[in-house]
């Protein structure tokens, strides 16, 4: 695995949650995935793919800065800000957030495997 390749997964990651593209969200998911939410909520892959695909979750901004990723064998751990405007369920979403996600190298690719966010003042 290279930084480049996580880094264009990253890049493919954040254009299909601006797109809600729920099929490249389904190839780069983990079926096993676990993400924590800044409210404290653990959710699913088909928890996440399921707010995009009823609508509920509507990203109009998505803009990434800071952001440090160290490879670990097969894995790869991202640490980045995210600005994050859209709405969620009727109700806005308008600030900036801290990301950590783990990548993991499988034969069709690489999936998110485990995340976290958390907002900033």
């Excluded at 707010?51 to 800065?65: D, P, V």
């Excluded at 990723?69 to 894995?75: A, H, S």
């Amino acid at each position: 695995m290279r930084i480049e390749d996580v880094v264009n997964a990253e890049i493919e990651l954040l254009t299909a949650i601006k797109m809600s593209d729920v099929a490249t969200l389904e190839k780069i998911l983990h079926t096993d995935l676990l993400f924590n939410l800044p409210d404290g909520n653990t959710i699913t892959k088909e928890l996440d793919l399921d707010s995009y695909r009823s609508g509920k979750i509507k990203i109009h901004l998505i803009e990434a800065s800071n952001q440090l990723i160290r490879i670990i064998e097969d894995c790869a751990v991202v640490s980045v800000t995210i600005l994050l405007k859209g709405t969620y369920d009727n109700h806005p979403i308008d600030g900036v957030f801290r990301y950590i996600r783990t990548w993991k190298q499988f034969d069709d690719g690489l999936k998110v495997i485990a995340g976290s966010c958390v907002a900033l003042q």
